[in-house]
């Protein structure tokens, strides 16, 4: 993400964001009312926190490290 920048590269200012350096993360929105941030992000092959998320957690449940 470049801290952010990818997207405002791409974007400008239809997109709007606020990185925190310190967890290496940001809260991304659309300013675009015709493209959403879910495609914004999916345009630049990025996965959103909550997917991420969601992926390891299948991977511990195969690997039985997690019973939920």
Same mark, same amino acid.
């Given at each position: 993400?470049?801290?952010?920048?990818?997207?405002?590269?791409?974007?400008?200012?239809?997109? #709007?964001?606020?990185?925190? =350096? !310190?967890?290496?993360?940001?809260?991304?929105?659309?300013?675009?009312? /015709?493209?959403?941030?879910?495609?914004?992000?999916?345009?630049? #092959?990025?996965?959103?926190? =909550? !997917?991420?998320?969601?992926?390891?957690?299948?991977?511990?449940?195969? /690997?039985?490290?997690?019973?939920?």
């Amino acid at each position: 993400m470049r801290k952010g920048k990818l997207i405002e590269e791409k974007y400008g200012a239809r997109a #709007g964001y606020r990185y925190y =350096e !310190d967890e290496d993360l940001g809260i991304f929105w659309s300013n675009d009312p /015709a493209m959403s941030i879910r495609r914004m992000v999916d345009s630049l #092959g990025l996965v959103e926190a =909550e !997917d991420q998320l969601e992926r390891v957690r299948g991977e511990y449940r195969r /690997a039985k490290v997690l019973d939920y």
